[in-house]
């Protein structure tokens, strides 16, 4: 092949023009951007969550519609009594949730008041599964439910006047059987019949205040009557009167410090009162 001579002119120009398109060929591949990198695969979680839910406290007021229970709260009933026993009812039922049984070992319910002080409230409970209940009279009070480590306190309280130690009608009512194996409520303590070689040993209830045996009369006049009228006549009575424990009485009156009460043998195991087994005592307050 052959190559024809240029001048200079020629040749300088076909340089430059040769110069030319391979600096712009270079400028057009730097200003290119460079290909993104793709996204890291994040990998899903596919495990099932496990759904917690909360347990239900719910309370009924003479099987009413239920309403939740929490703690702190304050339920209000008629703690009247009306021929001898309160008129409302509370029921109290716990659904554990999350397939959890109920430990029957676990649960505890007290009472605490002016009156009885701290308590067992005892009858009525019931248990199937996973759900709790009980039913118990609208007594004015404290109260705690703990089943299975979990607690709810809460407070019933009358729809009248609140209560005064000193002045007030009888509201409460509580009826409470007192064996050799629940011999002791609040200050009172049963002893049932026994035989001894040195003899034998009579029923009775006694306490840390004094008793004194009422006629039916006396019993239902003050039931129905005003506490402050048994208060004022109860300081009338002689001191020989006034017994530390009380037995073979149906009916009678206990005064402790501020606290009166009035009981009542509704029923008792045994030949008689004084040989007693057990006795089921009603005590108004």
Known sequence: MTIKALN???LLCLMATVAGVMTLGSCNKDD????????????????????????Q????????????????????????????????SVSVDVVLRNKTMVDP???TF???NNFLGKVNVSGNASI?????????PAIEGSYALSINGKTRNFTVAGTGKAIS???RNFSNSYVVEFTSDNAKLGEFTFTPYSETE????????????????????????????????????LKDVADEDWKSSINNANYFAYQSGDKIFLGKVSNFVGASLREASSITVSLTF
């Open 8 to 10: 200079g002119g020629k």
């Open 32 to 55: 290119d951007e460079p290909e993104p990198e793709p996204a890291p695969v994040v990998p899903v979680d596919s495990t099932p969550k496990k759904v917690v839910y909360p347990d």
């Open 57 to 88: 406290f719910s309370f009924r007021l003479n099987n009413s519609t239920p309403d939740s229970l929490n703690t702190g709260d304050t339920i209000k009933a008629n703690t009247l009594l009306a021929d001898g026993v309160n008129s409302d």
């Open 105 to 107: 070992e676990s649960v």
């Open 110 to 112: 007290t009472v605490n």
């Open 128 to 136: 199937t599964d996973s759900i709790y209940s009980i039913s118990f």
């Open 165 to 167: 130690a000193s002045s």
């Open 198 to 233: 040195d003899g034998s040993v009579y029923a009775k209830l006694s306490g840390n205040g004094k008793f004194v045996a009422l006629t039916e009369e006396a019993y239902n006049g003050y039931l129905s009557g005003n506490r402050v009228i048994l208060e004022g006549e």
